[in-house]
């Protein structure tokens, strides 16, 4: 049974990927915390109540950071995600706002607490921005030897980044010193990277498939995730030559980070290649803020920190992804 603490900035994929732990037959979610990312505090926890709530999922959400460490003002994902987060829908008759609230606690607290509550037994998933985990890391600097492993989706390993900084990936962007301060005082964590979704997308027979489930959970993904498949698309007419994506213009095609993150934690052998690196993060100011830097070929003589998920199954993660949604 493996037990999950999740972090997150829910978030279309965010959403997949609960859908998916709360689905697995061998998994539980402890608790939910959430951060601003993907769209602001406010909503990225109203979106967390509103998934627990349809997922009957038995565990307390903690609302955590609205901020970075660093006053680092960057734009959101509302673009891709919706304003809401969860594509514009919130709110509408069939998807009213959620009835449940978060429990008192600040996350990174909670964090820290249910590392003691559940030494050894407990891993941490983060999904978005790492600023609750790094204010946990102050509060606790013994964290690491208390959970199980930390699963990260992000960064950019080969610099392929999706922000306006061109080389970083939005999580590490958001919040640059959490990052670099949660890898340089965590041990080893497994990084699921952005390149690695842009790999392994949900392309548009699989997503046809998916869409047809007759459930309420696969007809509440197709909702929420119109506004990402359009903003896909559009992205895909006009992206630039050289900038390498599986998807061609006019294609309906989902890039599932997060989903891919946690198919990781739930069954490891959907891993089919993975590559010990030392890694750290750019803070300085510039167009490299936020990039993963990468010692590939060990000039720095620092031991690895990090296990990077560089192939996986498509075949194994859609599996499971279908039998979250069935």
């Not at 790492?130 to 509060?139: G, K």
Request: proline fraction near 5%; aromatic fraction near 6%; include cysteine.
């Amino acid at each position: 049974m493996k037990t999950l603490l999740i972090d997150t900035d829910p978030g279309v994929d965010d959403a997949l990927a609960i859908m998916m732990a709360s689905a697995h037959p061998d998994t539980e979610i402890k608790a939910i915390t959430t951060v601003a990312g993907n769209v602001d505090l406010e909503h990225t926890t109203e979106n967390a109540c509103k998934l627990v709530e349809i997922l009957d999922i038995d565990a307390p959400i903690y609302v955590g950071c609205g901020d970075s460490l660093l006053d680092n003002p960057v734009e959101d994902a509302a673009g891709f995600h919706g304003n809401d987060g969860l594509g514009d829908c919130i709110g509408d008759a069939d998807i009213p706002p959620a009835s449940i609230e978060p429990v008192n606690g600040h996350a990174a607290e909670a964090i820290c607490s249910y590392g003691n509550k559940y030494a050894g037994a407990l891993d941490l998933v983060a999904l978005g921005p790492l600023t609750n985990i790094a204010v946990a890391l102050m509060l606790d600097p013994s964290l690491p030897e208390k959970y199980r492993s930390l699963t990260i989706m992000g960064g950019a390993i080969r610099a392929q980044g999706n922000t306006s900084n061109y080389t970083a990936e939005y999580n590490f962007y958001r919040d640059p010193e959490a990052a670099r301060m949660v890898l340089s005082r965590w041990p080893m964590v497994t990084i699921v990277d952005w390149e690695i979704s842009l790999a392994h997308p949900i392309d548009a027979n699989n997503l046809s498939r998916l869409f047809a489930i007759d459930s309420k959970r696969a007809k509440f993904f197709e909702k929420i995730s119109r506004k990402t498949l359009a903003s896909i698309e559009s992205f895909l007419v006009s992206k630039e030559e050289g900038y390498s994506v599986e998807g061609s213009a006019g294609e309906r095609i989902f890039y599932a980070p997060d989903p891919i993150a946690i198919a990781v934690v739930l069954e490891s052998d959907v891993i089919t290649r993975s590559e010990q690196r030392y890694v750290t993060v750019e803070t300085a100011s510039g167009l490299s803020r936020g990039q993963s830097m990468v010692d590939w070929m060990g000039f720095s003589g620092k031991t690895p920190n990090a296990n990077l998920v560089t192939e996986i199954s498509t075949e194994k993660f859609l599996q499971i992804v279908e039998r979250a949604l069935s």
